[in-house]
């Protein structure tokens, strides 16, 4: 089974915390005090019968060179992707409509982790991402998430056009976030019911067919100078507006 190397103190802490891969070591570079949210991972990690060492500082700094480690590194085995079936069953567990996310062929780390990070704290049940031209679940995105994606049901597809006409077969609305004019206004459209996001590619947008595949595009209206948001950011507007629409519903 691959071995991943995970790093920084809020990933290895959600990933220990969720316990959803095999932990084999948690490597501490030597010098780094087990006070406050180190010695919390260091604790957890021991009940979970996961081996705790400490690495010298000049070979950890080798090992993991030209990444924010924090003097941390959790060797664990491979992120563990969910089922389409599963993102659903969250949605059943917590009695509320689906809630996803779908990107499309989003290919920046830093962006994809913001944006599931988001995903995580609205409550979404599940997202789904392409095998191909798309950022996967590595270490890097992990991190940049904070650990989030340890708590996500995370589903790889080979077609995302596939996915869009299942959810529509369970009556899910697929709503694009686009910037075209004719799309509408994001805090006027009904996004309180069964729902899947789809976010398309940093500069690209939506490709068209998944483009064509939505049932409505939505548009984040600019108020001032700048005339566009960054993927991540612009995603978790939407989800944000997603889920007061349905605190409102639910009243």
């Not at 920084?8 to 006070?35: F, I, P, S, W």
Request: with cysteine.
């Amino acid at each position: 089974m691959p071995i991943e190397i995970l790093y920084g103190r809020h990933a290895v802490h959600e990933a220990l915390r969720a316990q959803r891969r095999k932990l084999y070591t948690l490597n501490l570079a030597a010098g780094v005090k087990q006070t406050g949210l180190v010695e919390e991972i260091v604790q957890i990690a021991r009940r979970a019968n996961c081996r705790v060492q400490q690495v010298d500082k000049q070979q950890f700094e080798r090992a993991l060179a030209d990444v924010n480690h924090q003097g941390l590194a959790l060797e664990a085995s491979a992120y563990p992707y969910a089922t389409l079936e599963e993102a659903l069953a969250r949605a059943g567990q917590r009695q509320e409509p689906p809630l996803l996310l779908l990107l499309d062929h989003l290919e920046d780390p830093q962006n994809v982790g913001a944006l599931l990070r988001t995903a995580e704290a609205m409550g979404v049940h599940g997202v789904i991402l392409p095998e191909r031209r798309s950022a996967a679940i590595t270490p890097a995105v992990c991190n940049a998430s904070s650990g989030a994606v340890e708590h996500l049901q995370i589903v790889q597809v080979t077609n995302i056009g596939r996915v869009q006409e299942e959810l529509k077969r369970r009556n899910v609305w697929i709503v694009g976030l686009d910037d075209r004019p004719e799309a509408k206004e994001l805090l006027r459209s009904d996004l309180s019911g069964a729902l899947a996001l789809v976010v398309g590619a940093e500069g690209g947008g939506l490709s068209r067919l998944v483009r064509e595949q939505c049932d409505w595009l939505v548009r984040i209206p600019m108020r001032g100078q700048i005339s566009s948001l960054n993927a991540a950011v612009a995603g978790s507007v939407a989800l944000v507006a997603a889920r007061a629409a349905r605190s409102e519903r639910t009243g």
